[in-house]
Structures are given as structure tokens and as C-alpha cells.
């Protein structure tokens, strides 16, 4: 199974609606981070989170981390065309690691329709 | 634009061969990561390099190699390649090495075995 998993694995929404994508550790999260794909294209960042109960907004999305429940929610409200995407999200393994791989989840793909 | 550069864009090849891509990181980021995209594996850290030094090691094949040159580019070597190389083959930079060090990708290189 995978270390982090992402639900919904797809998501159609309406135009104006708003959406949550969540990511859930089977380990503890001690950074997490969010990206968003275009489909074959490179990775932009979002967001990164780093403590428990840290919450952090750009524009209409918004990311929090429950360090407790090992999970981070993506939440976008009034959802636009140029949303859609794929989502995912990365994790660091190590607290205070020498080194950054990234653990990346499964992926959440969402279209939006207009 | 992440300020990351991948050449090329797209590759195609055959069984066997061996090729080379390559990748500037982002002006004054030390750090490159090298992760592989496929549709079955999902978004797989390969290796880092920081400073001209191998600093972590994830999921690459001995067929793989890369290198980090004194103006910090770095290249990703593939050889004996397989069909199931294919893939989105993706690099990012980070300024520093280490714990929540935010990675930015570069647009990636797809690399298609025939």
C-alpha cells in the first residue's frame, strides 16, 4: 500500500463549487507539500506545510495539517476552470534531515466544468 | 516558469540504448532531485545531489546513474534501456539541502522506449 494516499482519486466538479482533496500518512508527516500538475506537464508548488494545526491560503485554496491524524487537506473554494489539474501531495520522511527526498501520494485528478 | 530547465523535452529510443538528460536548476539552488513519473509507480524520488555530492539515494536502478558538474547542472544517465523505462522523467532544485527545503520542478523530459 501506498505511504500517502489521496481521496478522492478523481473529482468532477461544478464551476463555483467548492472542494476538498485529502492526504492521509500512514507515518508521521513532518513537511508536507502541495503540488499541481497539468497532465504531462511539470510539478508547480503550492504550498507547504510543516506543523500540526498549521493552516496556509493562496488565492482560493487553502491547505491545512493535522499532525495527529497524520493528514492534509486541500480546500478549494469557488472552483474555476483553471483549477483542474492533478493534485498531489509530498511528504519529508525525515525530521531534520540531512536530505529531502520527497514521498509523493497517488494523486487526485480534478476537472472542472464550466 | 520554476526557473528549472530540462533538455530534452521528449525522447524517443529503442531497447538497449543508452541516453542523457540533462537539467540546470534554478539560479542559486545547490540541490537537484531527479524523480521518475509513470503510470503504475506514480512519482518515484531517484536521487539527490547537493553541491556536486550525492547526498540520498531512492528507488534507481544500477542502470542509472547521474552527476552534479561544478556549475551545478546535472545529468541523468540511462543505459540498457528497457520498455519499462518509459516515463516522465522529472528534476527539481532546492537552494539548500535538507528538511523543508521547498523543491521546484523543472517541465520535465519524456522518455519513450520503442
Known amino acids: 500500500s501506498q505511504e500517502l494516499e489521496q481521496s478522492p482519486q478523481s473529482l468532477i466538479v461544478q464551476e463555483g463549487k467548492n472542494l476538498t482533496i485529502n492526504c492521509t500518512s500512514s507515518?508521521?508527516?513532518?513537511?508536507l507539500y502541495w503540488y499541481k500538475q497539468k497532465y504531462g506537464e511539470g510539478l508547480i508548488f503550492l504550498m507547504m506545510l510543516q506543523k500540526g494545526g498549521e493552516e496556509k491560503s493562496h488565492e482560493k485554496i487553502t491547505a491545512k495539517l493535522d499532525e495527529k491524524k497524520q493528514q492534509s487537506s486541500l480546500h478549494i473554494t469557488a472552483s474555476q476552470p483553471s483549477h483542474a489539474g492533478i493534485y498531489l501531495c509530498?511528504?519529508?520522511?525525515?525530521?531534520?534531515?540531512?536530505?529531502?527526498?520527497?514521498?509523493f501520494g497517488t494523486g487526485t485528478l480534478l476537472a472542472v466544468q464550466p | 516558469d520554476s526557473g528549472v530547465t530540462q533538455t530534452p523535452k521528449h525522447l524517443i529510443t529503442a531497447t538497449g540504448q543508452r541516453v542523457t538528460l540533462r537539467c540546470s536548476p534554478r539560479?542559486?539552488?545547490?540541490?537537484v532531485y531527479w524523480y521518475q513519473q509513470s503510470l503504475d509507480q506514480g512519482l518515484q524520488f531517484l536521487i539527490q545531489y547537493y553541491n556536486g555530492e550525492e547526498r540520498a539515494k531512492g528507488n534507481i536502478l544500477e542502470r542509472f546513474s547521474a552527476q552534479q558538474f561544478p556549475d551545478l547542472h546535472s545529468e541523468l544517465n540511462l543505459s540498457s534501456l528497457e520498455l519499462g523505462d518509459s516515463a516522465l522523467y522529472f528534476c527539481a532544485s532546492s537552494h539548500r539541502d535538507g528538511y523543508t527545503d521547498t523543491q521546484y520542478f523543472g517541465p520535465g523530459t519524456r522518455l519513450t522506449v520503442l
Open positions: 509530498g511528504a519529508d520522511r525525515e525530521y531534520g534531515g540531512a536530505t529531502n527526498k520527497l514521498i
Open positions: 539560479s542559486g539552488d545547490l540541490s
Open positions: 507515518k508521521t508527516l513532518y513537511g
